[in-house]
């Protein structure tokens, strides 16, 4: 598989899908979620799934009260992954490095759960060491 990354902190072109660290109460006040709800449409209050021209998905409790376990993540990731697969043919989407900031974990701990990520899903640049097949926009 070809793997397509983009520099990370860069915005997504007007035909991809903003896919952002949230928190379950879908609280969008900081980072990539804040920039989810005043740049690509993402309601207040949804936390988990399509929303607006994003994709929230959630790596940090309810109310902002601490981050989700990995296993918790990994299980909104392939939910994720799963709603890129159905959508291969008529969406794109940016990720950006989700877990990786409010919830404090490391590229190292967040990028490997994309290792099945489809051809659709462009991912940070920072996450290209954790892959070996290699394919920058």
């Known amino acids: ?9 860069s915005p997504p072109a007007d035909d991809q899908i903003f896919v952002f660290g949230s928190n379950l109460s879908g609280f969008h006040g900081g980072g990539a979620a ?4 005043h740049h690509y449409g993402a309601q ?6 399509p929303t607006g021209r994003c994709y ?4 940090v409790k309810h109310h902002i009260s601490g981050p989700l376990l990995l ?18 043919n008529t969406q794109k989407f940016f990720v950006t490095r989700v877990g990786c900031g409010l919830a404090g ?11 099945d990520a489809p051809a659709n899903c462009s991912l940070p640049d920072t996450w290209a060491p954790f892959f070996t097949d290699q394919t920058t926009s």
């Open 34 to 37: 804040k920039a989810a709800h």
């Open 105 to 115: 974990y490391e590229d190292k701990d967040i990028a490997p759960m994309f290792a």
């Open 1 to 9: 598989m070809t793997r397509t990354y983009h520099p990370d902190g």
């Open 44 to 49: 207040w209050g949804v936390g988990v799934g």
């Open 71 to 88: 296993d918790d993540i990994e299980s909104f990731i392939w939910r994720f992954l799963e709603y890129a697969r159905a959508n291969l």
């Open 56 to 59: 929230a998905l959630p790596t």
